[in-house]
């Protein structure tokens, strides 16, 4: 009987150990699998073709050079500069990693695409040249702007305290309005205008950027600091809001500043809702500047959307008539 406890014991105890044992194994071992399985993922969620060499020779099968990378932008995005190795003209590279990503993200990438192809026949709009489908890799050849974009230029500006002449602020405004003109017209909003997305290249401007760009009214709502009074509180963007961006960079480029520092949706709401809101956006423009212009800023930043249409809508007439006016002084000299 004794005996017969003490195996019993003795198997019991044995059997725990062991229990024990294993599963201690099982703890370790399944943290070293869900390290190294992370660590896997990691690898493969980066931008398939990371490194140089890889760069080089997957750009070459397609008549590129590839020179370096500028931006990482999140973990499965990165923008590289490459050559063409016909012309030997430089152009952007904007590379997405397709490696497990979701459905909404592919159809992001493919209406961004889609609307760039649309837009390729303006002259202030960033081009598309190309573009390179490698693996789990998609890549944008898009037109190299040299000069960099327009909030480079206002910081440039802001540090040598050097303000941009009314000549020039109206040349820049023409030509935003040009490319989105060309926008509108094509249906789609931009939804995310800013000047880190306006760009120059030899002295000309382009509307780039259209990441969170749709046809018709837009869900996807763009920079915080950048958006109309309506676009928050509706939750989407239309053609008047792009119109209220417009307004913001014509801020930046008159003050050297954003207009709005907002940290969350409801600051800009108590600033918009502020009774001296109108004050607010006039108040630190320089006299220096015209009358004509300050209206104009005015009314694109004004809460009421209309103002926005019924202003552009009046200086677009105006300067229809002055290239016709100019026209026809040219014709006469002829």
Request: proline share 1%; aromatic share 14%.
């Amino acid at each position: 009987m004794f005996l017969l406890l003490f195996v019993t014991f003795f198997f019991f105890v044995f059997c725990v150990s062991h229990c024990l044992l294993l599963l201690f194994y099982l703890v370790f071992f399944s943290k070293l699998y869900i390290s190294f399985f992370s660590y896997i993922m990691l690898d493969l969620l980066l931008p398939t073709i990371r490194n140089t060499c890889e760069k080089q020779n997957v750009y070459m099968n397609y008549g590129y050079k590839f020179e370096t990378v500028l931006e990482i932008m999140t973990s499965n995005s990165e923008i590289h500069l490459v050559k063409s190795l016909n012309t030997n003209e430089i152009f952007i590279s904007k590379v997405y990693d397709l490696y497990g990503i979701n459905e909404n993200d592919l159809n992001s990438y493919m209406n961004e695409l889609h609307i760039m192809k649309k837009l390729e026949n303006c002259e202030n709009i960033v081009k598309i040249v190309d573009f390179i489908k490698k693996n789990d890799s998609l890549s944008f050849i898009i037109e190299f702007c040299n000069q960099g974009d327009l909030y480079s230029d206002i910081l440039r500006r802001k540090t040598n305290n050097e303000y941009y002449s009314e000549n020039e602020i109206f040349n820049i405004l023409n030509q935003i309005l040009n490319g989105l003109s060309f926008i509108h017209k094509n249906g789609i909003i931009h939804g995310d205008l800013k000047s880190t997305n306006i760009f120059i290249k030899d002295d000309k401007i382009k509307i780039g950027d259209f990441g969170i760009s749709q046809k018709g009214s837009n869900k996807n709502l763009g920079t915080l600091n950048f958006l109309s009074y309506e676009s928050i509180k509706l939750n989407k963007t239309n053609k008047l809001s792009d119109l209220f961006q417009v307004g913001c960079i014509l801020y930046e480029l008159v003050t050297l500043s954003s207009p709005f520092s907002a940290n969350n949706i409801n600051d800009m709401i108590r600033l918009f809702e502020d009774k001296n809101y109108k004050n607010y956006i006039i108040k630190n423009i320089s006299s220096f500047y015209s009358i004509q212009l300050v209206n104009i800023i005015s009314k694109l930043l004004s809460l009421n959307a209309s103002d926005r249409l019924e202003v552009i809508s009046n200086y677009n007439i105006s300067r229809n008539e002055d290239a016709k006016i100019n026209c026809s002084n040219k014709l006469a000299y002829v």
